[in-house]
Every structure is written in C-alpha cells, then in structure tokens.
Nanobody, 120 residues
C-alpha cells in the first residue's frame, strides 16, 4: 500500500506565496514522474506541472514563471513553490505520482488534495 499526502495549502493574499509538499509513503520501490493538478470551482481538473525522475520539468502556460516544481528523491517528496499568486489560482491542489511498489507493481497514486485560496 502506498499513499501520497499533500500539505501546505491555506489562505493567502494576491501576490503572496505558498509552498506545497507531497510526501509518498509505503512499500515504495521507485517513483517515476510526479505531477500537480488543481480543481477550481466550476472548472475541470487542470494539469499544470510535472517532474520526471531525472528532474526534467514541464509547466502549463497558466503557471509558467510563477510556480516551481521540485522533488527530493531521498525523501520521496515533491514540492511546489507558488509565487505571485492570483485569485484565479484558488483551487484544491492534488499531487499524483507513478509509483512502483516493492512487489514491482506500477500504479498511479493520488493525494487527497489541499485547498489553496487566494484573496483579492
């Protein structure tokens, strides 16, 4: 059994910053790509950032230049530094990862989400 747990969400004023964490735990053999998604009220879930096992990153245009994704493989943890936050960044933020367990089973795992609210 493996799981992802997000933390770091909260309420921040426009222009402010937050740092989210996504920690993986359980019988982990390896973690491949990891990513961040968000689900805003009235909108579909949106992919916006990903990082591969070798550190290559990819961002959507909506966050490029403001958000930075990173990971600490030794800690099985991914981070999201969010700067210059805008009210339209308000959403529930989810992390996801492709994890191979000690039983050599690969599966996509999702966290429970953390709420980010940006006030104007």
């Amino acid at each position: 059994q493996v799981q992802l747990v997000e933390s770091g969400g909260g309420l921040v004023q426009a222009g402010g910053s937050l740092r989210l964490s996504c920690a993986a735990s359980g019988s982990i053999f390896s973690i491949d790509a990891m990513g961040w998604y968000r689900h805003a009220p009235g909108k579909q879930r949106e992919f916006f950032a990903a990082i591969t096992s070798d550190g290559s990153t990819n961002y959507s245009d909506s966050v490029k230049g403001r958000f930075t994704i990173s990971r600490d493989s030794a800690k099985n943890t991914m981070y999201l530094q969010m700067n210059s936050l805008k009210p339209e960044d308000t959403a529930i933020y989810y992390c996801s990862a492709r994890i191979t367990t000690d039983e050599m089973v690969s599966t996509d795992v999702w966290g429970q989400g953390t709420r980010v609210t940006v006030s104007s």
